[in-house]
């Protein structure tokens, strides 16, 4: 089954090329870490895969993987994350908002707040800004119903 690219196709495309980036992670104390690299490369003209590595706040070098992909079928994104510090497979679909600028992905993941053991929602939030760099914003939602963000991340594209 042979699938044509639609423009939300072409708008994962955007995000092809190397990037650096550095993060925060509200509430928690980290040392200062270089920044993070990540190379995102296109599967054809369908998918993009970004393959990122780091440093951890305690030193341990971390690689981190995700691919997203459009489904016309669905009418949704949809994707993976999976990260080399965690054995838990983030599985993605979420939507790009009016402007175009914001894909919204929406997860359910451990609650690393409770530490029992339950599940939450969470948001991954990529955001393009008209200079070609991003910014990406995670959440997670609470037992109270408030979104809390729990990482923020600036990238810069270095090709």
Not at 3 to 16: D, F, Q
Not at 73 to 82: E, H, S
Not at 107 to 113: A, E, I, K, L, S
Request: glycine share 12%; charged share 20%; proline share 6%.
């Amino acid at each position: 089954m042979k699938t044509e690219p639609t423009p939300e196709h072409g708008w994962l495309m955007r995000l092809v090329g190397d990037w650096t980036y550095t993060s925060d992670c509200p509430g928690f104390e980290a040392k200062n870490t270089p920044p993070w690299t990540e190379t995102v490369r296109p599967m054809g003209s369908l998918w993009v895969v970004a393959q990122g590595r780091g440093e951890m706040p305690d030193g341990a070098v971390a690689d981190t993987q995700m691919t997203l992909g459009y489904d016309p079928a669905k009418g949704r994104f949809v994707g993976t994350w999976a990260g080399s510090m965690a054995a838990y497979l983030w599985v993605y679909e979420g939507t790009l908002d009016d402007t175009g600028t914001i894909l919204t992905l929406d997860t359910q993941g451990p609650n690393f707040m409770a530490g029992d053991g339950t599940m939450t929602r969470f948001q991954d939030i990529i955001t393009l800004t008209p200079e070609g760099q991003r910014s990406f914003t995670a959440r997670m939602l609470g037992a109270d119903g408030v979104w809390t963000t729990i990482m923020t991340a600036e990238y810069h594209r270095t090709a």
